[in-house]
């Protein structure tokens, strides 16, 4: 993984038999994204990093789960 972009991960992913939650192109347990109510991909970056394209300098971003994400995480959880 070395972009972070959406379908390289999800194919890496799916390549390792883990597919990312959610991801029926991609062969999800689809009894599992019902049982959490998934609607979409559970994909999210917590956290990027990166060196900014003109100064060098470092970059960090942070983002909290959305709520839908959260919840399904909180499901999970049981």
Do not use: C, W
Not at 1 to 13: S, Y
């Amino acid at each position: 993984l070395e972009t972070g972009r959406t379908h390289q991960v999800r194919v890496h992913m799916r390549a390792v038999g883990r597919p990312v939650a959610g991801d029926i192109a991609y062969a999800a347990n689809t009894v599992l994204s019902r049982r959490l109510r998934l609607e979409r991909q559970a994909l999210h970056a917590k956290r990027l990093s990166f060196a900014h394209p003109i100064t060098g300098e470092g970059v960090e971003v942070t983002e909290p789960l959305p709520d839908d994400l959260e919840l399904a995480r909180q499901r999970a959880a049981g």
